[in-house]
Nanobody, 120 residues
Framework: QVQVVESGGGLVQPGGSLRLSCAAS????????MGWYRQAPGKQRELVAV???????NYADSVKGRFTISRDNVKNTVYLQMNSLKPEDTAVYYC??????????????WGQGTQVTVSS
């Protein structure tokens, strides 16, 4: 089994910054892609950013130039640095890891979600 734990959410004023972290642990053989999704009230979950094991990244148009995804492969951790936050960034943020476990099967594991609220 794999456990995925997020941290770093909170309340921030417009224009402010937050850094989210997401650490995976357990029966990990290898982690392929890692990423962040978000879901605002009444809306569908949407992709925010994803990073491959090689470091290639992809971002939603709405966050390009403001958010940066990175990862530490030794710590099995993915980060999301969020700058110039806007009220429309308010959502629950979920991370995922595409993890190959020790039985050599890849599955997608999700964190529990962390609330980000951008408000004055």
């Amino acid at each position: 089994q794999v456990q995925v734990v997020e941290s770093g959410g909170g309340l921030v004023q417009p224009g402010g910054s937050l850094r989210l972290s997401c650490a995976a642990s357990g029966s990990i053989f290898r982690i392929n892609a890692m990423g962040w999704y978000r879901q605002a009230p009444g809306k569908q979950r949407e992709l925010v950013a994803v990073i491959t094991s090689g470091g290639s990244t992809n971002y939603a148009d709405s966050v390009k130039g403001r958010f940066t995804i990175s990862r530490d492969n030794v710590k099995n951790t993915v980060y999301l640095q969020m700058n110039s936050l806007k009220p429309e960034d308010t959502a629950v943020y979920y991370c995922h890891t595409d993890t190959v476990t020790t039985d050599r099967v890849q599955r997608r594991y999700w964190g529990q979600g962390t609330q980000v609220t951008v408000s004055s």
